[in-house]
């Protein structure tokens, strides 16, 4: 047992060592991923490099001088968030321009990814300053890479619109990609975002919903999306936490027109028989009523 402890130990020295030679150029902003949930998450080279910081530019400071604190780190913490950012950078700039070392942190994850960051990283960018980027956690890559789907290509949507109109109408925008889609969503509207995406993109897809990813109660849940509100609301708990949305990137299988038919018949379902419905949306689409018939009965079904 000792001599495993041994080697485990020499074996983190090593890794350290390494860490500790790369390069950490003065004057640069580093762009350093923090956990998303488990603290264990963290990167040796993140825990190095924090240790080299003159200040940590951060989304909430309560919530990273937490964070820090779990590991030993005590450092100055500048609040940089969506309100303040403009006005935080050229302080920030001004500071780097006399040779500190700053990192820019998020509540979770990696910054300027649906977070607060992008500007500030641009402006460092625009003064002729370095950015380094320290990689670790992010929910979108954690969910894609355990959705199965294809990730060779994907598209990375982020937050949708808040309003349903808004929100369909980016959907349809991005329902004839062939990429596998990633997005975020808040537990108060996952419920209206998945109605959004079964209207526009159809029931046969299929949807990864990830919730909770590296914390106690994580789930990763894959179904079509023809099943997503009977699962969501088959358990309060499934509308809580974090949530991540995987959906599978549009097929061969259905043409635009069909996909057209498919919103069509959906809303002449709200006020038609499945019979009456599929008659008169082959008649505005073109597409066979015998198919679109049985569209309207599975979609009455669920």
């Known amino acids: 047992m000792r001599n495993e402890e041994n080697g485990e130990r020499l074996a983190v020295e090593r890794i350290m060592l390494n860490v500790a030679r790369q390069d950490y150029p003065a004057g ?16 040796f080279r993140a825990l190095y490099a924090l240790s080299l910081m003159d200040a940590v530019a951060c989304e909430d400071t309560r919530t990273t001088g937490t964070l820090l604190s779990q590991y030993g780190i005590s450092r100055e913490l500048i609040a940089v968030h969506q309100h303040n950012e403009r006005h935080a950078a050229e302080a920030l700039l001004a500071r780097l321009l006399q040779g500190e070392r700053i990192a820019l942190v998020t509540d979770a994850g990696t910054p300027a990814i649906s977070d607060p960051g992008a500007y500030l990283v641009q402006a460092v960018l625009s003064a002729g300053l370095r950015v380094v980027p320290v990689p670790g956690a992010c929910a979108a890559i954690a969910a894609l890479s355990a959705s199965g789907f294809p990730a060779d ?17 980016l959907l349809e925008s991005l329902k004839s990609i062939p990429a596998t889609l990633v997005m975020y969503e808040a537990p108060h509207r996952i419920g209206e975002t998945l109605v959004s995406l079964l209207t526009v993109l159809g029931p046969d897809r299929r949807v990864v919903i990830a919730r909770e990813i590296t914390k106690l109660f ?7 999306l023809s099943e997503a509100p009977h699962w969501l ?23 635009q027109d069909e996909a ?36 309207a009965m599975q979609m009455k079904a669920e």
């Open 260 to 295: 057209e038919a498919r919103r069509i018949l959906s809303i002449l379902l709200e006020a038609c028989p499945p019979s009456q419905a599929a008659v008169l949306t082959s008649r505005i689409t073109g597409v066979r009523k015998k198919r679109l018939y049985e569209a």
């Open 28 to 43: 640069a902003l580093y762009v350093l991923a923090t956990p998303i949930g488990n603290a264990g998450d963290m990167t």
């Open 218 to 224: 994580e789930e990763v849940h894959s179904c079509r």
């Open 233 to 255: 609301n088959a358990d309060p708990n499934h509308a809580r936490g974090e949530l991540v949305l995987v959906v599978e990137g549009a097929t061969g299988g259905e043409t």
């Open 153 to 169: 290509h994907f598209y990375f949507a982020g937050f949708l619109p808040a309003r349903t109109m808004a929100r369909e109408s």
